[in-house]
């Protein structure tokens, strides 16, 4: 059964650096976010992303976020400069169709830590 | 804004016996309900959803939720639980214009012997 997989599935950074969380999303979907989970919150929203644009985002998704989708397999979120409440669990998942009608299948998680 | 309760954080029950999980919600419309499950080490997995129609609604691994609109919830249940349905339960609504997925809190679910 296809899945969405996320790597690392841990990564430890000092304050300040540059993370690069990637996600390779279910291939004939067309629809792909990020969510993340601080430990002992709930699940929240960061960003949506289709047609090669950012279609919705939090107020948690500021300017230290970005995404991408490099190479038409790969979706990445970049945090700038790491900040210690970053420290979360990071969900990518993606849907055939928008979140509203389809399913989102979401990946592992990648676990940030930030010292 | 849109909100997802889950009153219950913990939840222990013995393996055989039924299980209920409660989820209200606040929301000017009706929205689309998720129920999902994260089992340790896992992502999180689609149990059922609710758009419209009929409000009991059948699931994957012998789920059922119901929604029931005057009380503004959509409650999980199992007849009969299984050991590996030790996870945490998450109720999420998404509203008919949106893509973005409103979680509730997650209620943590142990199986007795």
């Known amino acids: 059964e296809p899945e969405v997989t996320q790597t690392p599935s841990h990564q430890v950074t000092q304050m300040g650096q540059e993370v690069i969380l990637r996600c390779v999303p279910i291939s004939n979907h067309l629809y792909f976010y990020w969510y993340r989970q601080i430990l002992g919150q709930k699940v929240e929203f960061l960003v949506s992303f289709y047609n090669n644009e950012i279609s919705e985002k939090s107020e948690i998704f500021d300017d230290q976020f970005s995404v991408e989708r490099p190479d038409g397999s790969n979706f990445t979120l970049k945090i700038r400069s790491t900040k210690l409440e970053d420290s979360a669990m990071y969900f990518c998942a993606s849907s055939r169709t928008g979140g509203n009608t389809g399913e989102l299948f979401f990946g592992e998680g990648s676990r940030l830590t930030v010292l | 804004a849109q909100s997802v309760t889950q009153p219950d954080i913990h939840i222990t029950v013995s393996e055989g016996a039924s299980l209920e999980l409660r989820c209200n919600y606040s929301y000017g419309a009706t929205p689309y309900l998720f129920w999902y499950v994260q089992s340790p080490g896992q992502g999180l997995q689609l149990l059922l959803k609710?758009?419209?129609?009929?409000?009991l609604v059948q699931g994957i691994k012998g789920f059922e939720a119901e929604f029931k609109r005057s009380q503004s919830s959509f409650n999980l249940r199992k007849p009969s639980v299984h050991w590996s349905d030790a996870a945490e339960y998450f109720c999420?609504?998404?509203?008919?214009?949106?893509?973005?997925?409103?979680f509730g809190g997650g209620t943590r679910v142990l199986v007795k012997p």
């Open positions: 999420a609504v998404i509203k008919a214009a949106g893509n973005k997925l409103t």
């Open positions: 609710y758009f419209s129609g009929d409000t």
